[in-house]
């Protein structure tokens, strides 16, 4: 199978055309401006590039693998005089269209300048894409989290949530959305850690996409990062947050939730004191240390800084660099083991190389750190009284990094290929963790708690490197041929153990068999074909993909089998190895996806989309295992001690552990979507899109499989993983959109959603409970047996069966699937009947199930309405009267941003009459930025601003104390009459809102 996969990508390298993620493409005519006629052999060239072109016989010319960003195109001719577009701007997959008409050169013609515009609607937008270049980050300079900017894009959810048109957000399911930078999938947190000052476009994809992206049903998030250019410039941004309290409500050692227990008024209360027992961790040694019960910290005097710099431009003629870096020490909203905490550093640098018009080189780097604690920590809760840089469980170090080296060469003037090598880690280590976890203390009155240390933590590494290819030619004035492919390989583990008292344990890895801390191996093949075809009226976008997934382990025999008396515990669970498939598991899906743009006017544009998507499923989800016990090892040789080989022995398969299902598909998604684009007087465009969309197959955790054991009958339940889980989302996007003219633009973005699945219940035939059943085969293979010998090292060895066991036990299970066949069409558990027994594999397990009828209900978390507004306002250095050698009104900016979105649905049940589904209040927030520009001092540009935070104070809150309260009287607090709230006031009055109060900071930014 590899050789031939590594002989169709030597293949694809030698003799296809692709088209990178990552650049756009600049086409035009140069004429005579006098006669009209066409003028081949001029040439263009774009300034600051080597980049340029020649018209052909048509006078047609074409700039390919052209990064996003604004230039200036210079058109010549002999003969002719000099004409320059300024302001041209390019956006990835988009052609951007710039023609010349050239007078005829005389002695006093002097150069034409003109200012270009881009068409105030793509004519070869196929898909709903939102596009944010860097002037219009600048737009919303508040905005200092890459995520933050996501949110405010048509279709995405306000909220934060992560969905795009109603996407489930569920782990098993993954995000449903796909992330990239510089062409290079990566995850969620990796790119909302590039600062936005590092981003030159980001663009959002909410419904369908092209061929080229994967793994993703919902829609993508794909950003470029910037260069340096010829001009060496930097930015360096410093704000100040104030000291004082950052949350509703009194101060929390005040708390209304700690009811009588807090008794500041009392002296012994005040004064009590507990020994806490040291490093030793022993009550009654040397090291005891007595310590304040009910010490209380001002925690409302810590001040905040965030620092942010950018720096790029050449280092020689043929290198240039972009570096930016961001800092913050951000104060505690409440008590916490550290008042003021660092927030991770966040590092992006790219170093470019240009040897020549057709060569490009680029080195991308990032990388991300943080230091935090585990466990439990001073909190505004019943431990409240921690000491300081207390951690129950010790610290851990948190590290992303990302190394992407781009090559891109161009080969004539209608082909070039881009080749990346791309290496992207994550890592998380603990350290200082307790060998074991303390009793629980508390206070003398019995309610806050005392320091106890806590076995827990979570070590975790996960590798991916790789290669990706995409080559793209244009094959004639028409086609658009596109393909390319990305190889995977994946280098994951993990190890986490949770023992919440002094008798529980849970353990949960992913690892190569049993050997913790070794990596499964698991990798993909991505390959796509797509064609672009542009003629006048009409824009298409043809594409396919094919995807592979190989999961880099064996198969189990059943998802069950932890349950069966062979494999019950940690310890004989290790000889299931001996027993799994030979094969390792395997995922493959195809995607077609056809988008069709129609451009009715200059001004007026149509666009279809409908497809197919297919999401392989979560690492995590298909390769782990957990373990859990409330007894201790057992020492089975009597040595007197626990040995290696008997460590985890009495640990048996935990009961909801999510284990993988035979049979598995990848998730499907099927997007359909139409949307009018109109430019309907000057700067104005609105957009409108209806769409919908069916994810199909969704991974479900809750499926319940038990072991049908041929001598002790049903086991205990354990969930499986299966494709058993729904969702359709239809609704309204729309946008309305005013560039920057007058000194002012704004952008509205609205959407309307409605999104349903089961509610919580499977469905279809398949999908309430399964049974595993082993039969003869199974029996006579050897992977059965009863009864275990105990080795002088206290391992334990599977004492095989006699012949006469075989044939009593094979009867047995034999016996087994005939009954359930024959109970198969009756009534089962569930509301659907009984399935008869399937054969899953060739050990001889076979599955049985019993349906389930499902409902179609709101989705939990969906937001039928959503709205945002951006609003910027800025005036020029000149602006107005002046005052001296001032304009007060000159260089001033006003940023403001509105959101605002319903609650959740929510189920109600009314005294009377049927249950309902109801919605939660609607959330509201505004943020506003102001800075006024200063003039140069030199090279400097100083400017100085002010940021306000929910300016309004809005106390958006979903939370409800009672529904039937909320839907009659509109409270979502406690009723009046609650005797509590009466006597101590609401109990969540610190955290019940989903914004802060309102904040203001300062600072000062300097360009140069």
């Known amino acids: ?189 990796m790119l909302t850690g590039v600062n936005t000052t590092a981003i030159q476009e980001l663009s959002v994809l909410t419904g369908g996409m092209n061929a080229e992206f994967g793994n993703a049903g919902a829609g993508i998030v ?115 083991a550290e008042q003021v905490s660092d927030d991770p550093p966040r590092m992006q640098a790219t170093l470019t190389y240009r040897p020549g018009a057709d060569i490009k080189v680029k080195a991308l780097g990032m990388y991300q750190r943080s230091d935090r604690f585990q466990g439990s920590t001073r909190n505004n809760a019943q431990n409240i009284f921690f000491p300081e840089d207390f951690s129950a469980s010790g610290t851990y170090t948190l590290s992303r990094q990302l190394q992407v080296l781009t090559l891109t060469h161009t080969l004539g003037e209608n082909t070039y290929y881009d080749l990346k090598f791309f290496y992207n880690k994550y890592d998380r280590d603990a350290f200082d963790v307790p060998d074991a976890t303390e009793a629980v203390r508390k206070d003398k009155a019995g309610f806050f708690n005392l320091p106890t240390l806590l076995r827990e933590y979570t070590e975790e590494e996960d590798t991916r490197y790789g290669i990706k290819y995409d080559f793209v030619s244009q094959v004639n004035r028409s086609h658009l041929i596109q393909t390319g492919l990305v190889l995977t390989q994946r280098l994951y583990h993990r190890t986490r153990e949770d023992f919440d008292n002094t008798k529980s344990r849970f353990l949960e890895f992913v690892a190569d068999g049993f050997e913790l801390g070794k990596n499964v191996k698991p990798w993909t093949l991505n390959l796509y074909v797509q064609d672009k075809i542009e003629y006048g009226g009409l824009v298409a976008n043809l594409g396919l993909r094919w995807d592979y997934y190989n999961f880099g382990r064996n198969g189990s025999m059943g998802e069950a089998l932890g349950k069966s ?99 598995m598909k990848p998730q499907r998604t099927t997007s359909m979507e139409m949307g009018v684009d109109w430019n309907f007087v000057a700067d104005y465009t609105a957009s409108i899109t209806a769409h919908y969309r069916r994810d199909e197959g969704l991974y479900s955790r809750n499926n319940i499989s038990y072991w049908v054991d041929p001598l002790r009958g049903q086991s205990s339940q354990v969930n499986a993983i299966r494709n058993t889980y729904w969702q359709t989302a239809r609704g309204l996007e729309l946008s309305l959109k005013k560039t920057f003219s007058n000194n002012f633009q704004f952008n509205l973005s609205y959407n309307a959603e409605w999104v349903r699945d089961p509610g919580g219940v499977h469905y279809g035939k398949h999908s309430a409970n399964w049974y595993v059943l082993p039969d003869a085969d199974f029996i006579s293979g050897g992977h059965y047996w009863t009864d275990w010998e105990v080795q002088s090292d206290g391992s334990e060895r599977p004492v095989p069966l006699t012949s006469e066991q075989v044939a009593d036990i094979s009867a047995k299970a034999e016996a087994n699937i005939v009954s359930w066949t024959e109970q198969a069409g009756s009534p089962g558990p569930g509301a659907g009947p009984w399935q008869p027994p399937i054969k899953t594999n060739d050990n001889g397990i ?32 000149a602006y107005g009267p002046k005052m001296g050698a001032i304009n007060p009104f000159g260089g001033l900016r006003v940023s403001m941003i509105y959101r605002i979105f319903s609650g959740e649905p929510f189920e109600y049940v009314p005294p009377i009459g049927p249950r309902e589904f109801r919605t939660g209040a609607t959330a509201m927030k505004t943020d506003l930025y102001a800075a006024k520009d200063f003039r140069a001092i030199g090279n400097l540009r100083p400017t100085l601003f002010l940021e306000v935070s929910n300016l309004f104070n809005e106390r958006s809150t979903e939370s409800r104390d009672s529904d039937f309260t909320y839907i009659q009287y509109g409270l979502r607090l406690p009723p009046p009459d609650d005797t509590e709230f009466l006597l101590y006031g609401d109990p969540r009055e610190a955290t019940r809102y989903r914004y802060h109060p309102r904040e203001v900071e300062i600072g000062l930014e300097i360009q140069f």
Do not use: C
């Open 846 to 877: 076979w599955t049985a199930s019993n349906g389930q009828v499902f409902s179609s209900e709101p989705t939990g978390g969906q937001r039928r309405n959503q709205l945002s507004l951006q609003l910027y306002y800025a005036t020029p250095m």
């Open 222 to 336: 794909s950003l470029v990062t910037k260069e340096g250019r010829g001009n060496f410039s930097g930015r360096v941004e410093y704000k100040f947050t104030p000291a004082g309290k950052k949350h509703w409500g009194r101060d929390v050692y005040e708390s209304p939730g700690f009811e009588d227990n807090v008794q500041w008024d009392n002296p012994d209360w005040v004064n009590e004191t507990y020994m806490d027992p040291g490093p030793d961790r022993t009550l009654g040694t040397s090291d005891d240390v007595e310590r304040m019960a009910h010490e209380r910290v001002d925690y409302t005097d810590k001040r905040g800084h965030r620092l942010e710099g950018t720096l790029g431009g050449p280092l020689s003629r043929d290198f240039s660099y972009f570096a930016s870096v961001s800092y913050a020490r951000s104060p505690a909203r409440f008590p916490a």
């Open 565 to 663: 008396p062979m494999y019950s515990t940690f310890t004989r669970a290790r000889y299931e190895m001996d027993h799994l498939d030979s094969s390792k598991p395997t995922m493959t899906a195809l995607s077609p996806r056809v988008g069709l743009s129609h451009p009715i006017t200059d001004r007026l544009a149509a666009h279809y989309f409908i497809g197919r998507a297919n999401v392989f499923p979560v690492l995590l989800e298909t390769h782990r295992r957990q373990f859990s016990s409330e007894a201790p090892d057992n020492d089975l040789n009597g040595n007197g001690m626990i040995d290696e080989t008997e460590k985890w022995n009495a640990m048996e398969v935990h009961t909801t552990a999510r284990q993988p299902s035979d049979g």
């Open 1 to 189: 199978m590899k050789r031939l996969i590594l002989g169709f990508i030597l293949l694809l390298l030698m003799d296809t055309s692709a088209m990178a993620t990552t650049a756009g493409k600049i086409t035009g005519v140069i004429t005579d401006a006098a006669t009209g006629e066409s003028l081949p052999g001029a040439n263009v060239a774009l300034e600051g590039t080597r980049k340029g072109a020649t018209t052909d016989a048509e006078g047609r010319y074409l700039i390919l693998a052209v990064d996003p960003g604004m230039y200036t195109l210079t058109a010549t001719m002999v003969g002719y005089g000099t004409e320059k577009k300024e302001a041209v701007q390019v956006i990835v997959d988009y052609t951007s269209t710039v023609n010349f008409a050239l007078k005829e050169a005389s002695l006093e013609l002097a150069e034409l300048v003109v200012v270009a515009e881009r068409p105030p609607v793509e004519p070869d937008k196929t898909t709903s894409k939102y596009v944010v270049s860097a002037a219009d980050i600048q737009a919303v300079p508040q905005v200092r989290s890459t995520s933050q900017l996501i949110a405010l894009q048509p279709g995405m959810a306000l909220d934060g949530t992560n969905r795009i048109r109603g996407s489930s957000t569920q782990v098993q399911t993954g995000t449903q959305v796909g992330y990239y930078i510089d062409g290079i999938e990566v995850d969620r947190s």
